[in-house]
């Protein structure tokens, strides 16, 4: 069995990938999130910074995986498209804020033991 703690202590067999699949998505998470706020600190507009993401949600994928698997190109536009859906239901000023109370905090980094 396999178990995740809060700290993002792995134990267990990772016998189906699970950790890594863990790791990366929480990776590409972390990485949406900073390149919206590294845009809006360069001067981008919020307007620019969320066309930008829409643009990874319409994107093609050009990754080769199975046919359960995603890839990281897939969790971009998965967190993208999150991302674009905070600004839907509380505007942009709040989906900004979220986005960098959730920066503010420290990042949980997938370690196994």
Known sequence: ??????????????????FT?????????HEVLQKVQ???????????????????VNSQSAEPRGETEMSRTDFRKLFARDVLGMRNVWGVDKAIEKIQQQLSKPWVKPRKI
């Open 1 to 18: 069995m396999e178990f995740f703690f809060d700290d993002g202590i792995f134990v267990g067999p990772d016998t189906i990938s699970f």
């Open 21 to 29: 699949h863990v790791e990366t998505q929480m990776a590409v998470r």
């Open 38 to 56: 590294s845009e809006l600190k360069s001067g981008k507009t919020p307007t620019e910074v969320f066309h930008g993401l829409e643009q990874i």
